[in-house]
C-alpha cells in the first residue's frame, strides 16, 4: 500500500484510480526482498521497478522514491 500511495502522491492521483500493484507485480516477493531480516544478513536491498507510468525504487530501509515521468522517457 505505501508503493501506491507514495505513486499517487507523486502523481497527483487517487490511489482508487490506479491498477492493483498485485497486478504489476508479485507482492509478497517484495516483500520479502525487502525484509529486515534480508538486509541484515546482506546489508541494504534496493529495487526498483515501473509501475502505472512512474519510475519506482524501494530499499530495505524503508525508503521510496518516486519518478513520475521516468517511464514516459523510456
Known amino acids: 500500500?505505501?508503493?501506491?500511495?507514495?505513486?499517487?502522491?507523486?502523481?497527483?492521483?487517487?490511489?482508487?484510480?490506479?491498477?492493483?500493484?498485485?497486478?504489476?507485480?508479485?507482492?509478497?516477493a517484495l516483500d520479502g526482498l525487502?525484509?529486515?531480516?534480508?538486509?541484515?544478513?546482506?546489508?541494504?536491498?534496493a529495487v526498483s521497478f515501473t509501475y502505472d507510468g512512474a519510475y519506482v525504487w524501494i530499499d530495505s530501509s524503508g525508503a521510496i522514491e518516486i519518478d513520475p515521468n521516468a517511464a514516459r522517457s523510456e
Not at 487517487?14 to 508479485?26: A, C, K
Open 34 to 45: 525487502l525484509t529486515s531480516e534480508r538486509a541484515a544478513a546482506n546489508g541494504n536491498v
Open 1 to 28: 500500500m505505501a508503493v501506491m500511495e507514495a505513486v499517487a502522491a507523486a502523481t497527483g492521483r487517487n490511489t482508487m484510480e490506479m491498477p492493483s500493484l498485485y497486478d504489476t507485480l508479485d507482492v509478497e
